[in-house]
């Protein structure tokens, strides 16, 4: 059983489905190299290191011969998530047919519903449509190909009041076996129709809500021996080395599509909304790893005031940091969630972030950073790379443009309860050099510079009697 921080649960779970890689038979397998092949899937879906939650499988594997193959039955798995909430799933029955002399197709008989436990009282998901194929290896221990599709899916409290409705969830996973003994692995989910039913808080609605990701050389051995480093109750000293590459990389990708939900009891829209994370070079000397989130056409309640966004695209890139401390401090923020306050864990990932970009030359790179409102825009891009070198801890050049803000002023004028932000935008407004965009629009720029010998520049003028002035 695993424990530790939610955020990145899907990801785990797709990089979990793994195995280490066996010689392939000559043959046909038999029911017990069936069932020692799923049980080796099993074993390693529940092995991962977890996040936020802790899974336990009541039994072993059951395979037994048929006329044209194999039934095999799944045992019954109990997820213990944070916050005394639970999940107990039925045993599932697969049927497996030969589809070559190394692989077999796989039928799932998926139960119709699954029982929910926590604090707040019981519930239950049924699933009024169930469909399931995959295809299936024994020898590699691993489901080369998934597709689940559910339809009619509800999720409903003690009293059999629905509180959530899903038209349809389709799940998607592909596995294939490198020569070096690594895994290559996709996973896709998309469901749609997603709404909030009952309760006296305005109803959420989101037409379809999506994540793809990927991992590529994905090490099932040194995967493994992740989860055990994390296993719940072992002491300081008696935790193992987590190993030194887990992948070569990765991308998670979510998406959402027509959100209506509620701000402050006023109601917002989106028509659409990502994130996306990718790592790459983390089997070597150096990894990259960007971040990218955008929101578009957004419709936010008068009390957003003047600055509320209707489009934001934020894209950063974090480049040359050590491969094996970039590890380090990911495994060291896994074990950081499993403790009493997981909450710790994110502000303690970012100190050992910027500890290993401190001392290692990496760079933190704002490629886009983009907020849109009815009046104004604003952009920020430039480069950011901590040194000891000044007294700032870092050296920067950062240029943000701001088009509209004469009209932003004005309109804060017309506001009598906005003083403050009228005052701070008269500020930036005295601050900016004059300019235009490339269609003859105003705008202000903003040039600010951080130098290693402690000079803080914008525009090429001394900040620095400023900010001696502003210090308290």
Do not use: K
């Amino acid at each position: 059983m695993q424990h530790g921080s939610l955020p990145a649960a899907l990801l785990c779970i797709g990089l979990a489905i793994t195995a280490a890689i066996r010689p392939l038979p000559a043959a046909a397998a038999d029911a017990e190299e069936v069932r020692l092949g799923l049980q080796h899937w099993i074993d390693d879906l529940l092995s991962g290191p977890g996040l936020g939650y802790a899974v336990a499988a009541d039994g072993m594997v059951v395979v037994a011969a048929t006329e044209d193959g194999f039934r095999a039955t799944l045992p019954a798995i109990r997820v213990d998530l944070s916050g005394g909430a639970a999940v107990a799933i039925d045993p599932i029955d697969l049927t497996l047919t030969a589809a070559d002399a190394e692989t077999y197709n796989v039928d799932w008989q998926l139960p119709e519903s699954v029982a929910l436990s926590g604090t707040a009282g019981d519930g239950r998901i049924l699933v009024a449509s169930r469909r399931g194929t995959g295809l299936f290896d024994p020898a590699l221990g691993v489901m080369r190909q998934t597709h689940i599709v559910l339809g009619g899916i509800g999720l409903l409290d003690g009293t059999g009041g629905r509180r959530l409705q899903v038209e349809s969830l389709e799940l998607q996973t592909a596995a294939s076996a490198g020569t070096d003994g690594t895994l290559d692995r996709t996973t896709e989910v998309q469901l749609r129709g997603i709404a909030t039913t009952g309760g006296s808080e305005p109803p959420i609605r989101i037409a379809s809500l999506g994540y793809s990701g990927s991992a590529r050389g994905l090490r099932p051995a040194a995967w493994r021996a992740l989860g055990e480093s994390l296993r719940p109750g072992l002491a300081p000293g008696e935790r193992p080395e987590p190993p030194p590459v887990l992948l070569s990389g990765f991308d998670s990708r979510y998406r959402a599509d027509e959100l209506q939900f509620a701000v402050r009891g006023q109601p917002a829209t989106l028509a659409g909304a990502s994130l996306a994370v990718t790592g790459t070079g983390l089997d070597g000397g150096h990894a990259n790893l960007s971040l990218s989130l955008a929101l578009a056409d957004g419709d936010w309640p008068p009390a957003f005031g003047l600055f509320a966004a209707r489009d934001a695209e934020i894209e950063l890139a974090l480049t040359g940091l050590p491969s094996d401390r970039l590890v380090e401090a990911l495994v060291a923020a896994l074990a950081d969630a499993g403790s009493p306050q997981p909450e710790l864990a994110l502000a303690m990932l970012n100190m050992r972030l910027q500890e290993a970009m401190m001392t290692s030359g990496a760079e933190l790179e704002i490629r886009t950073l983009r907020l849109a409102s009815d009046m104004a825009e604003l952009r920020v891009g430039g480069t950011i790379a901590p040194t000891l070198a000044s007294m700032w801890g870092v050296v920067a050049d950062i240029e943000m443009t701001i088009a509209g803000l004469d009209a932003l002023i004005a309109e804060a004028r017309g506001a009598p309860d906005d003083g403050m932000a009228l005052q701070q935008l008269t500020l930036l407004q005295a601050m900016g050099a004059e300019d235009t965009d490339p269609a003859g629009r105003p705008l202000r720029r903003y040039v600010l510079s951080i130098t290693d010998s402690g000079e803080v520049l914008l525009n090429g003028a001394d900040l620095m009697p400023v900010l001696v002035a502003a210090t308290p």
